[in-house]
C-alpha cells in the first residue's frame, strides 16, 4: 500500500513505486490519460510496465460496468516487473468505473473521483442503490472529490466547441491533477497534444487548457493529499523508447529482414488483439515493407505463402479464431516446406470470447491444431520488449530450417509497454537464408545434412524450377508421389528436421535455486509475476527455482535434466493446463498445475500463496 512506503522529504513523500490505475467510460479516454502518464514517467527516467483493460464490446452502453475501460502502470525507482498486484491510486470518471475497480483497493488507498455523474440515472446503470460518496462506503481511502467534468467546461468557457466536445476533454484535466501529485513535467504532454491535434487547432488549444486547469486546480487547492515523487530508476546506458508487445513484434520483423536481406511481407486479416502490428508495419511501406489487408484469414495466410514462395521474409498476424481457420495453410507450408512466421496473439476464447482479454489457451492448437502429422516450430515471447528478439529469432528459424513458426504473443503482452534498449543492429544475429546455388541439376527435397532443411529456389532461378503443392512430395526429386514408403520417410523427415531445432536455440536456463524443493516452469506473458514471486520466495531461503520457456516446440534440450534437479515441478498458466500436458507427456513427470482462465494476468501473490501451498503439501 502507497501509506506503507512513503518517506517524508519536507512536503513530498518520496515512494520507491507505485501503481496508478485509469478508469472511466470508453470514451473517457482513460487509455490516452494513462499512455501520456507512462510516456512522461518514462522520460522521466522511471521503470514500468502497463496493463490497458478495454470494454470487450464495441460499443457497451455508456456508463455500465461493461463500458469501463481502464489503463494501469506500474511506476517505480526499482525494476519494475509487472504492472502491479494492488493499485495504490484509482481516478474514477464516473459510478460504474468506481464499482468496477474498488474491489482491487486496500483500505487508505488513494481515489480521485469525478462527481459529476454521481446522480440517479448514472448510480443505477452502474449498479448502486446507494450513492457512495454518501454513505460510509468509502470511509476507509484517502477520497478526493472533485468535480472534473464542471472544471473542464469552466476552463473551455471561451473555446469554440460545443458542449459535448468540451466534456471530452476532461481526461486532460484528470491528467494534469495526476501531474501535480506525482511531480511530473507537464510539458511532453502539451508537446503532444500540439502535434496530434495540429490540423484542429481548436482542440489541441482545449485539452491544453484543460491540462492546465487541472493541474493548476490542485497547485492551488493545496489538495489534502501528499505530493509524492519516484525517482528515475538505475539503468543501463543506452538509448531507450517505450514499447508496446505488438510495436516490438512490427519491429522486430523489420530487423529481421534487414537482418536475412530479405523484402517482407505481411498478408493480414485485422483481428484483436493483433491489428496493431498490422497498423504499425504500414507505417513503413516507403521503406520495402509490404502490407497486405486481406479480405478474410485464410486469404491473409495464403497471401503470406505466396511471399515466401516468391523469396519474402513472410508473416501473418491473427489471434485464436483466425489459427483455427489458418490451419489448411499452414499444412501447405508444411508441406512445400517454406519459411512462414504465424503471429497468433492471444485472446480469451472459445469463439469470439472475451476479445480484448488476454489468456494463453492457443498452446495446445499452435502444436497439433492441423490436419494429419505436420509438425511447426512455436516459440513464445516474455515482455513487450523481448517480443523484439523473438520475433527475430522467430524469422531466423523459420528461414534457416525452411518451415513455418508459429509465435505465441497474448493480450497482456500484445497492448502492454515498457521500456526498451534499443539495440544495434550488429549486436543482432546474422540470418542466412538457404537460397539454392549450383548449376548441376536441381533437387528441391535434397537436405542440408545438419539441419534436414531443403535449398529454397526463387521462382526465377535458371535451372531451379520444381513443383510445389499440397500432394506427398517424391523424396530428392519433389514429385507427386503417392508410394506409403516415401510418405512414411517424409513424414518423419519432417518431424526429424523440427526436432533438430533443438540444436539450434540456447540452452534453458534457470532463475533462483538452480535445484532444490520446486521448479517453476511458465511460458509467455506470465514471466514478470512469477519471476517476481518466485525471486522472492528464494530471497527468502526456499529453494525454489524458475524456468521459463521462449522454446515450445522443440523444448531446450536441457530441460529434461533441470526438471530432474527438483522434487517437484509447478506449471502455472492462464488456461487450464495446456504447458503441463506436454511436459507431463514429454517427461513423464508428474506435475502440480495453477491455472487462471479470468482474461487477467496473474498477480504476484497469486502465485506465491500457490507455490507455499505446494511446498507445504510437499
Given at each position: ?241 517505450l514499447i508496446s508487445g505488438n510495436s516490438a513484434v512490427a519491429w522486430g520483423f523489420m ?147 525452411m518451415t513455418p513458426v508459429i509465435f505465441l504473443s497474448d493480450g497482456y503482452l500484445a ?72 510418405h512414411s520417410f517424409m513424414v518423419r523427415i519432417r518431424a526429424e528436421k523440427v526436432a ?119
Amino acid at each position: 500500500m502507497l501509506k506503507d512506503q512513503i518517506v517524508s522529504k519536507e512536503n513530498v513523500k518520496e515512494l520507491s513505486h507505485v501503481v496508478v490505475r485509469f478508469a472511466g467510460d470508453s470514451g473517457d479516454g482513460m487509455q490516452v490519460t494513462g499512455g501520456q502518464f507512462t510516456s512522461t514517467s518514462a522520460l522521466y527516467g522511471n521503470d514500468l510496465a502497463t496493463f490497458p483493460d478495454f470494454p470487450a464490446e464495441i460499443r457497451a452502453p455508456a456508463g455500465t460496468l461493461a463500458g469501463v475501460s481502464g489503463f494501469q502502470v506500474h511506476i517505480g525507482s526499482i525494476n519494475i516487473h509487472t504492472p502491479g498486484d494492488d493499485p495504490d491510486v484509482l481516478v474514477a470518471m464516473n459510478p460504474a468505473a468506481l464499482k468496477a475497480n474498488i474491489g482491487d483497493f486496500a483500505p487508505g488507498t488513494l481515489i480521485i473521483i469525478d462527481t459529476a455523474s454521481f446522480d440517479e440515472r448514472d448510480l443505477q446503470k452502474a449498479g448502486y442503490e446507494r450513492n457512495p460518496l454518501d454513505d460510509a462506503s468509502l470511509d476507509g481511502f484517502q477520497l478526493i472529490k472533485i468535480n472534473i467534468t464542471d472544471l473542464t467546461l469552466k476552463a473551455l468557457v471561451d473555446v469554440d466547441m460545443d458542449h459535448k466536445q468540451k466534456v471530452r476533454c476532461k481526461n486532460f484535466c484528470a491528467l494534469g491533477i495526476i501531474y501535480y501529485i506525482f511531480n511530473r513535467d507537464i510539458e511532453a504532454t502539451r508537446r503532444w497534444i500540439q502535434s496530434k491535434f495540429s490540423s484542429k487547432p481548436e482542440v489541441a488549444k482545449a485539452n491544453l487548457k484543460s491540462l492546465d486547469a487541472g493541474y493548476n486546480f490542485a497547485d492551488t487547492l493545496e489538495l489534502s493529499v501528499s505530493s509524492y515523487q519516484v525517482k528515475p530508476a538505475p539503468i543501463h546506458p543506452g538509448t531507450y523508447r517505450l514499447i508496446s508487445g505488438n510495436s516490438a513484434v512490427a519491429w522486430g520483423f523489420m530487423a529481421a529482414a534487414k537482418l536475412s536481406g530479405l523484402p517482407l511481407f505481411l498478408g493480414s486479416y485485422p483481428i484483436t488483439p493483433a491489428s496493431d502490428i498490422l497498423h504499425e508495419l504500414s507505417k513503413f511501406k516507403n521503406h520495402g515493407i509490404m502490407t497486405f489487408q486481406a479480405e478474410d484469414e485464410i486469404a491473409a495466410i495464403c497471401s503470406a505463402l505466396g511471399a515466401a514462395y516468391g523469396g519474402g521474409l513472410a508473416i501473418t498476424t491473427t489471434s485464436g479464431p483466425g489459427m483455427a481457420l489458418k490451419a489448411e495453410a499452414m499444412g501447405l507450408a508444411v508441406m512445400a516446406e517454406l519459411p512462414l512466421v504465424i503471429i497468433d496473439v492471444q485472446r480469451a476464447g472459445p469463439s469470439t470470447g472475451m476479445p480484448t482479454k488476454t489468456e494463453q489457451a492457443d498452446l495446445l492448437l499452435a502444436m497439433y491444431g492441423r490436419p494429419s502429422e505436420s509438425p511447426v516450430i512455436v516459440v513464445a515471447p516474455a515482455t513487450p520488449a523481448d517480443c523484439f528478439l523473438m520475433a527475430i529469432e522467430a524469422g531466423r528459424l523459420a528461414v534457416e530450417h525452411m518451415t513455418p513458426v508459429i509465435f505465441l504473443s497474448d493480450g497482456y503482452l500484445a497492448n502492454g509497454a515498457e521500456p526498451w534498449k534499443i539495440p544495434s543492429l550488429k549486436d543482432l544475429p546474422h540470418i542466412k537464408p538457404p537460397f539454392a546455388e549450383g548449376t548441376g541439376e536441381y533437387q528441391p527435397y535434397a537436405r542440408n545434412p545438419e539441419t534436414l532443411a531443403r535449398a529454397w529456389a526463387i521462382p526465377g532461378m535458371p535451372g531451379k524450377e520444381h513443383r510445389i503443392g499440397g500432394l506427398e512430395k517424391q523424396d530428392l526429386s519433389g514429385n507427386v508421389s503417392y508410394d506409403s514408403q516415401n510418405h512414411s520417410f517424409m513424414v518423419r523427415i519432417r518431424a526429424e528436421k523440427v526436432a533438430r531445432v533443438a540444436d539450434d536455440i540456447p540452452l534453458q536456463k534457470v532463475e533462483g535455486a538452480q535445484e532444490g524443493d520446486l521448479l517453476v516452469i511458465s511460458w509467455g506473458g506470465t514471466y514478470g509475476a512469477v519471476y517476481s514471486a518466485v525471486e522472492r520466495l528464494h530471497a527468502e531461503g526456499k529453494r525454489v527455482g524458475l524456468a521459463h520457456l521462449r522454446y515450445l516446440n522443440p523444448f531446450p534440450k536441457n530441460l529434461g535434466d533441470i526438471i530432474k534437479r527438483f522434487k517437484h515441478v509447478l506449471v502455472p498458466e492462464l488456461n487450464l493446463g495446456q504447458l503441463q500436458v506436454l511436459i507431463r507427456a514429454k517427461y513423464g513427470v508428474k506435475t502440480h498445475n495453477f491455472n487462471k482462465v479470468e482474461g487477467q494476468p496473474f498477480k504476484i501473490r497469486e502465485l506465491m500463496a500457490e507455490i507455499n501451498r505446494v511446498l507445504k503439501e510437499a
